[in-house]
């Protein structure tokens, strides 16, 4: 789907299975990470905007196929880095894992796959530093998981009715219902790495996330992440966007309940747009988006 800055209307792009996370790559491509649905692969896709075809980048590590890609960046040199946790295995709409751990990889220009860094529990978003030197990943493993399913009749569509997801095929829905437990022994954290080309070293926790006020729990649930030029350091959370320092200090709070997602967007890329499982928010924030190469062309940013 995408949205109009201008009118705000809402219209459908391209089809695709169980989409999440996407990107612009550094000629304008959209990058989408597929999570795949039953017997169906995740893969990472390139969709020409101009043509509207589709490509895959990647739908398998050695043979393997993907746990459920989640998020996705483009680094300058054109190299496409993402996320892949298991929660079509934990979400029951895929089967057991055949790479068994979740990882981040990285698909070079010749579509070889390597994963660059595993040990997270949910590995989720995932941004780099304005001068790449960085990569930010935030792990979700304090999220425990959901119920088994059962199966109801509807039409081909996707409803959502408080904590309860209807994934709807044909006439033969799974109902998942949502446990809303949390494990505060689990990762609630963003993780950063150094980066030396395609390599990543000194893996430590650049903040550990809570939830600021409100009563929701008390444990953060850090998902997507973007970076700003200035290196502040953005996530949301159930509370909303919380934005750090480069050095990790918590700067602030911009408030959306049970926010999950976010972009830097408009002509100078200062404005913010924030997904919940609701609404798609908006804010202007006196800031610019660090990376997204290509939108910066377009707007003839240095």
Wanted: hydrophobic share 35%.
């Amino acid at each position: 789907m995408k949205m109009s800055l201008k009118t705000r209307e809402v219209s459908f792009v391209s089809k695709t299975t169980m989409a999440n996370g996407m990107t612009l790559d550094n000629i304008g491509n959209l990058v989408v990470c597929e999570q795949g649905f039953l017997e169906k692969r995740g893969s990472i896709q390139k969709i020409n905007l101009h043509n509207m075809t589709s490509t895959i980048a990647a739908d398998n590590w050695k043979g393997l196929p993907f746990n459920s890609p989640n998020d996705v960046v483009v680094k300058s040199d054109n190299s496409i880095w993402f996320t892949d946790p298991d929660y079509g295995q934990t979400q029951h709409f895929k089967g057991p894992s055949e790479i068994g751990k979740n990882q981040v990889y990285r698909v070079s220009i010749n579509g070889d796959v390597r994963a660059v860094a595993d040990g997270f529990t949910k590995p989720n978003g995932l941004a780099f530093s304005p001068d790449e030197k960085l990569l930010y990943v935030t792990d979700t493993g304090t999220t425990v998981g959901y119920l088994s399913f059962c199966t109801l009749n509807y039409s081909n569509s996707l409803m959502r009715r408080n904590e309860a997801l209807y994934w709807l095929i044909k006439t033969s829905v799974p109902l998942l219902l949502r446990d809303g437990t949390f494990d505060p022994t689990k990762p609630h954290d963003i993780n950063v790495f150094d980066v030396e080309g395609s390599i990543l070293s000194n893996r430590r926790v650049f903040a550990s996330v809570a939830v600021l006020e409100g009563s929701l729990p008390s444990i953060g649930v850090p998902d997507g992440i973007k970076v700003d030029t200035q290196g502040r350091v953005y996530t949301a959370n159930q509370d909303g966007i919380q934005v750090f320092s480069p050095k990790g200090k918590l700067l602030g709070l911009i408030r959306v309940q049970g926010a999950v997602n976010m972009g830097f967007v408009g002509p100078h890329l200062d404005q913010m747009i924030i997904t919940n499982s609701t609404a798609i928010h908006s804010v202007q924030l006196n800031v610019q988006a660090a990376g997204l190469l290509y939108a910066k062309a377009y707007h003839h940013h240095p």
